[in-house]
């Protein structure tokens, strides 16, 4: 372990921590996965020993900071300079791109991607399958969602693509893809694919203007500031 950790840091397997990475108290990696879990309380043989040997470990790039009550499962590669904020769940098989920042609260429930420099806020829940692209913003209480006849065993992922804006508390459903520099309203319910450079809002989503109108708006707003 090349980084720096405090109180209760725990890692587990052969987890990989890079240099100038800091672990704050009560982190977790290396977690295994359900099917181990399980696997050992049949056997009765859930220890941290255990929990240890089973574990395939997860690798957290340099210069990151995971703060205190992160949780990143096995099997899970975090590149350099991610940061995550309190109380963040990260399940095995996702991958965090370079410069990407996870909110607290947040979930990244299954195998999901997350490419360069997205910041992902606070209390956000990206389930299995979801991709999100770089340069992405997603606000605090979005939610995804991954099945379109819930409960059921077939799932589709989310795609958001390059540079898309989500606003709080809006609704991705099952299998849509959010367009490269496309804007989704606060609150909003989009039930459908979002073209690229156009900005929806309402329940269900509905176009409301282009990317370049809501760039012009956004710019008087910022310049007429006192």
């Not at 210069?63 to 590149?79: F, H, K, N, P, Q």
Request: with cysteine; charged share 20%; glycine share 14%.
């Amino acid at each position: 372990m090349a980084g720096t950790s405090e109180g209760s840091t725990l890692v587990l397997g052969p987890s990989k921590i890079g240099s100038g990475t800091y672990l704050a108290s009560d982190v977790i990696v290396g977690y295994p996965g359900r099917s181990k879990l399980l696997k050992l309380l049949t056997q009765g043989q859930v220890t941290l020993q255990s929990l240890d040997q089973v574990s395939a470990g997860a690798t957290i790039g340099k210069r990151c900071v995971l703060r205190s009550g992160t949780v990143i499962y096995e099997d899970v590669e975090i590149a350099d300079n991610v940061e995550t904020g309190h109380g963040v769940l990260v399940r095995e098989g996702s991958r965090v791109g370079a410069g990407s920042r996870i909110g607290s609260g947040s979930q990244l429930d299954g195998t999901v991607t997350v490419d360069e420099n997205a910041n992902i806020q606070s209390q956000v829940y990206l389930p299995h399958r979801t991709a999100v692209g770089r340069d992405v913003f997603i606000a605090p209480r979005v939610c995804v969602t991954n099945d379109p006849y819930p409960p059921s065993k077939r799932l589709t992922g989310v795609t958001i693509k390059d540079r898309a804006v989500i606003g709080g508390n809006a609704t991705l459903l099952a299998g849509i893809t959010i367009g490269e520099g496309a804007i989704v309203g606060a609150g909003a319910v989009v039930t459908k694919a979002v073209e690229p450079e156009t900005v929806v809002i309402g329940v269900p989503a509905r176009l409301h203007m282009t990317r370049r109108t809501y760039d012009e708006k956004r710019g008087a707003w910022e310049a007429a500031e006192p």
